[in-house]
């Protein structure tokens, strides 16, 4: 016989451990990323509403589903829906371990660079040649340690179980990050000239405004909020029955997107605060998070040798509390298919990934063909294609499927029960599912086949 199902702790563990996987290297990397591209104030609005509208209602949808079914998104779907429907539920999986597979190459680099920074607060910042950081990424021993380590730390967590790793690690880890950020953003506030990067940000500019922001708000609202790929079903699936999704979706989608604007606010603060470094990070920000940031901290910012890894610290555990829902979701899919223990599923799906997780470390320039190899136009190497993949094609899929699976095809009286909202509130977010969500993936998926990338 198999073990009962686990589940959480409390109400809170769950919220936290989903705010958890939605706070992320999308929120602190991505978005202000993104913002900055379409120049701040109006790219706000257009997020916010693509969360309220889209974001929020296939949360509640996902959680509903993994609740309902009290099983992993890889049977969910099949069991409330038959078995066509398990289709969607394993092209989750698919979704969660490519995902996986490059997002632990780049939670690595955190590692890295928190390692950095406490050699340079104890020993006197030194600054890095030209070319070092591109130096780092072409070595392959050393990405492949670094991404070791954290495949490492992401199973160590997962081996503890949903509560006792799960839930725990989000407790401390979350209410930590939190501090530290407003912290940061304080800091930051201090420095002559602040405000206008305050105001840039918040300012709506509707003369800026592009209409492909929508989508690209859509496209970062749904990986940043970890929807598509069956992690907020596989969260639910431990969700007790008396506990209330909307209000939990809601704290989730509050806390992530808060997390999203703070980081924005501290990039576009640094940005106009600091001469010159607009032109400096243009193009990326992988260079402004790990090569211009710890910089800055060190030569600018008063208290830099504490603030610096910090920083690292803070991406590092932004990072973990989302590659173990993406470890969850595989472990989910394995122990519920075969009913094997949870341990063995733990160290099994681990190794399976690191070999995804290889590939992409080495496709930096270490290994000439893995850095060449191009499936999509203009995205050479595994990581890229990996990224692509996922962005641009299986979490919509996941996501169109999951707003017409929940929307139309499982009983509207069901999940009317599940939810316990009053009337006008559930009709609002039943014609999202059916219609608002379905109708802006489907503009994404013609605009990808168009030739934009949302990765
Ligand atoms: N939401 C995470 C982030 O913003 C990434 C993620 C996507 C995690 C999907 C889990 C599932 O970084």
Redesign the pocket.
């Known amino acids: 016989m198999s073990a009962p199902r686990a589940h959480w702790g409390s109400r809170i563990g769950f919220v936290l451990a989903a705010a958890g996987?939605?706070?992320?290297?999308?929120?602190?990397?991505?978005?202000p990323y993104i913002a900055w591209n379409n120049q701040g104030g109006s790219f706000l609005i257009v997020y916010f509403l693509a969360v309220t509208f889209l974001g929020l209602p296939v949360m509640i949808a996902e959680i509903s589903v993994g609740r309902r079914a009290q099983l992993s998104a890889a049977h969910a779907y099949a069991a409330l829906g038959g078995r066509a429907w398990g289709v969607l539920g394993w092209v989750g999986v698919l979704?969660?371990g490519v995902?996986q597979s490059y997002?632990l190459v780049i939670a690595g680099w955190s590692l890295h660079s928190l390692g950095e920074c406490l050699g340079w607060s104890v020993g006197g910042y030194v600054s890095p040649v030209d070319g070092a950081f591109s130096a780092f990424l072409a070595n392959g021993p050393l990405q492949l340690a670094f991404t070791a380590a954290f495949s490492f730390l992401t199973s160590a967590v997962l081996f503890r179980g949903v509560s006792g790793g799960i839930e725990l690690l989000n407790r401390w880890a979350m209410p930590l990050l939190f501090a530290l950020l407003i912290y940061l953003v304080g800091t930051a506030l201090t420095l002559d000239g602040a405000l206008a990067g305050v105001a840039a940000l918040w300012t709506p500019q509707i003369q800026t405004f592009r209409p492909a922001a929508l989508l690209e708000a859509s496209g970062q609202a749904f990986?940043?909020?970890?929807?598509?790929?069956g992690?907020m079903v596989t969260y639910g699936s431990y969700l007790k029955r008396e506990d209330s999704i909307p209000r939990a979706a809601l704290a989730v989608v509050i806390l992530?997107t808060v997390v999203a604007v703070l980081a924005a606010t501290l990039m576009f603060i640094l940005l106009y605060a600091i001469p010159g470094l607009a032109e400096r990070v243009s193009g990326s920000t992988v260079g402004m998070l790990f090569v211009t940031l710890p910089e800055l901290f060190y030569t600018k910012i008063p208290g830099g040798i504490v603030l610096a890894p910090a920083f690292f610290a803070l991406v590092a555990i932004?990072?973990v509390t989302?590659?173990i829902?993406?470890g969850e979701?595989l472990i989910a899919a394995v122990t519920d298919t075969w009913g094997i223990r949870r341990d063995y599923a733990t160290v099994a799906t681990g190794v399976a990934v690191f070999a995804g997780s290889a590939l992409a470390a080495l496709s930096l320039g270490a290994v000439p063909a893995l850095s060449e190899v191009a499936v999509f136009a203009g995205k050479a190497g595994v990581l890229s294609t990996l990224d692509h993949l996922a962005s641009n094609y299986l979490?919509p899929l996941g996501g169109i499927g999951t707003s017409i699976f929940v929307g139309w095809f499982w009983a509207a009286k069901d999940s009317r029960i599940q939810l316990a909202l009053p009337s006008p509130l559930f009709l609002i977010w039943l014609w999202s599912v059916r219609v608002v969500a379905p109708a802006a993936i489907f503009a994404l998926l013609i605009a990808v086949a168009l030739g934009k990338d949302f990765s």
């Open positions: 996987s939605a706070v992320g290297l999308g929120n602190l990397w991505k978005f979704a969660a995902i997002y990986f940043s909020l970890s929807l598509g790929l992690a992530d932004a990072a989302s590659t829902s993406l979701v979490l």
